[in-house]
T-cell receptor, first 116, second 110 residues
Framework: GAVVSQHPSWVICKSGTSVKIECRSLDFQATTMFWYRQFPKQSLMLMATSNEGSKATYEQGVEKDKFLINHASLTLSTLTVTSAHPEDSSFYIC????????????FGPGTRLTVL | QQQVKQSPQSLIVQKGGISIINCAYENTAFDYFPWYQQFPGKGPALLIAIRPDVSEKKEGRFTISFNKSAKQFSLHIMDSQPGDSATYFCAATSGSRLTFGEGTQLTVNP
């Protein structure tokens, strides 16, 4: 149980285009999902918290108009990187909160975004 | 302050040895301390976790030691294997917010 998937696993796009990344909880319902960004050889940095049916909460310094988050159902959250630029190239990882353990998060496999 | 400090940055251990990674925190509101293992190009996977009312937790070869008064906790990997070579992150949560340490790249030589 507690499996989280992401799609796509990797994507290459041209500068100025938009890219959508999906995060799904496969065998459980997730009222809360989280989006992280990880640069090479660095730690995970929380970008935003996504709550089903409501607006996402963004961390300080994360542009909400650039990183659009939609959590339309209990099993799906999407992150859209709008007007992507090379500096947005990173590893994007989602997680979902699972079960009665309020603190526990299970992570997806990540999406490697490369912006040319 | 929402920070978790982790050391060492990298660690090389011989097969069969003990790997020890340390973390320290300041925020006394943290109430859950997980450790994650991450392989290159993959998402982090929960390894083991502990709550501050427990001083030690062991699962197989992995043990967390927790010192609440010192606000420190550590991961011990017994009988380290080459397959354990990965990046390890300690973390701490307050509510639903998860704060990660900087990570330790572990290499276990055969």
């Amino acid at each position: 149980g507690a499996v989280v998937s992401q799609h796509p696993s990797w994507v290459i796009c041209k500068s100025g285009t938009s890219v959508k990344i999906e995060c799904r909880s496969l065998d459980f319902q997730a009222t809360t999902m989280f989006w992280y960004r990880q640069f090479p050889k660095q730690s995970l940095m929380l970008m935003a918290t996504s709550n089903e049916g409501s607006k996402a909460t963004y961390e300080q310094g994360v542009e909400k108009d650039k990183f659009l988050i939609n959590h339309a159902s209990l099993t799906l959250s999407t992150l859209t990187v709008t007007s992507a630029h090379p500096e947005d190239s990173s590893f994007y990882i989602c997680s979902a909160r699972y079960g009665s353990n309020y603190n526990e998060q299970f992570f997806g496999p990540g999406t490697r975004l490369t912006v040319l | 302050q929402q920070q978790v400090k982790q050391s060492p940055q990298s660690l090389i251990v011989q097969k069969g040895g003990i790997s020890i990674i340390n973390c320290a925190y300041e925020n006394t509101a943290f109430d859950y301390f997980p450790w994650y293992q991450q392989f290159p190009g993959k998402g982090p996977a929960l390894l083991i976790a502990i709550r501050p009312d427990v001083s030690e937790k062991k699962e197989g070869r992995f043990t967390i030691s927790f010192n609440k008064s010192a606000k420190q906790f550590s991961l011990h990997i017994m009988d380290s294997q080459p397959g354990d070579s990965a990046t390890y992150f300690c973390a701490a949560t307050s509510g639903s917010r998860l704060t990660f340490g900087e990570g330790t790249q572990l290499t276990v030589n055969p």
